[in-house]
């Protein structure tokens, strides 16, 4: 059984910068793909990026290209969220989840983190 803690949450002023970490514990690291989503209040979960652990393809929603970076530490079974510019409308927690890669962006994880809260303040 694949266990996720997220760390690295917080509150923060807006165009900071924020790295989110998500540890695995279980299973085999590697063998299956992460990613993080996010929800904020009254709004269904998002997809946010994924990565798959092997080659390191990865692949990020349009609402956070080019401010957020998702990146894998094989060494570490951990996979990090790279977050900068941040806007109000990212506040929102955020969750790690693994799974098929091609299947994470819509959702569909075999597993989850509890999550972590982020909140952007204007």
């Known amino acids: 059984q694949v266990q996720l803690v997220e760390s690295g949450g917080g509150l923060v002023q807006t165009g900071a910068s924020l790295r989110l970490s998500c540890a695995a514990s279980?299973?085999?690291?590697?063998?299956?793909?992460m990613a993080w989503f996010r929800q904020a209040p009254g709004k269904e979960r998002e997809f946010v990026a994924s990565?798959?652990?092997?080659?390191?393809?990865?692949y990020h929603a349009d609402s956070v290209k080019g401010r957020f970076t998702i990146s894998g530490d094989n060494t570490k079974s951990t996979v990090y969220l790279q977050m900068s510019s941040l806007k109000p409308e990212d506040t929102a927690v955020y969750y790690c989840?693994?799974?098929?890669?091609?299947?994470?962006?819509?959702?569909?994880?075999?597993?989850w983190g509890q999550g972590t809260q982020v909140t952007v303040a204007s």
């Open positions: 990565i798959t652990l092997k080659g390191g393809g990865t």
């Open positions: 279980g299973g085999t690291f590697g063998s299956y793909a």
């Open positions: 989840a693994g799974g098929i890669f091609g299947a994470l962006r819509l959702g569909a994880a075999a597993f």
